[in-house]
């Protein structure tokens, strides 16, 4: 099976497909800003890591059934970074036919990385720990500097109403939402007005039900099973 998966990662990894501005009909002056706008999105999917990423999770799809990476901005930067599977959790019954409508993210992360993000919570962050589940029962235990950190996200259920703001202006009203906690206190709680999860997943094989696509692994058990 590790020679199959390996076999499997490694197809498509020499191709980099890349977005294209072409012009029709367009100037020269259109033309050559077209081939610049080329070059600079070129140029950021590598700074970014994008192809090294996509190799990652291109790696993780036939072994775990899906792979995932997660585009965001950090300051005036794009990244990109390759996400476990088993950090993603949905609820199966809620997508069984397909897209789920709340995701979560759990993971251990260094507390001094949460300190630089959130000065105004530092006390409670220090005390916070990693999750743990013993059968039934979910407990929190201290374990140095690395603290379990969830993110969720729930889809909006429809378009955005607009209501009047405190100053007079227009902002779109949603029940879309994003949370960043760890135990004992909520870091984040914002409007999600996004109708997707800020997530690229790539199924080994698109499942007929459900969300978690079938990896080459899952597919071979009955076989190695008679082996």
């Not at 490694?10 to 009909?25: D, I, K, Y």
């Not at 969720?152 to 100053?167: A, N, T, V």
């Not at 960043?180 to 790539?202: I, N, Q, S």
């Given at each position: ?41 070129e140029a950021l999917y590598m700074r970014m890591g994008l192809y090294n990423t996509m190799s990652l999770i291109r790696g993780d799809a036939p072994i775990f059934g899906s792979g ?160």
């Amino acid at each position: 099976i590790a020679s199959l998966c390996d076999t499997a990662a490694e197809l498509g990894a020499e191709n980099r497909p890349r977005p294209m501005f072409l012009t029709n009909g367009g100037s020269w002056g259109l033309r050559r800003r077209g081939e610049k706008l080329t070059r600079l999105v070129e140029a950021l999917y590598m700074r970014m890591g994008l192809y090294n990423t996509m190799s990652l999770i291109r790696g993780d799809a036939p072994i775990f059934g899906s792979g995932f990476a997660r585009i965001y901005r950090q300051g005036n930067e794009i990244q990109c970074e390759r996400v476990f599977p088993d950090e993603i959790r949905v609820d199966d019954s809620e997508c069984k036919y397909g897209q789920p409508r709340n995701l979560y993210r759990v993971r251990e992360v260094a507390k001094s990385v949460l300190f630089s993000l959130f000065r105004k919570h530092e006390a409670a962050i220090k005390t916070s720990g990693v999750l743990t589940r013993i059968g039934e029962v979910l407990t929190s235990k201290t374990a140095g500097n690395l603290c379990t950190a969830v993110e969720s996200w729930h889809l909006p259920s429809g378009s955005p109403l607009e209501e009047e703001s405190e100053d007079g202006g227009r902002v779109a009203k949603t029940d879309g939402r994003y949370v960043l906690a760890v135990d004992g206190v909520t870091l984040m709680d914002e409007p999600y007005r996004y109708d997707y999860f800020p997530f690229l997943k790539l199924d080994w094989t698109t499942p007929k039900i459900g969300w978690w696509g079938r990896g080459i692994a899952e597919r071979q058990t009955a076989k190695q099973l008679e082996i």
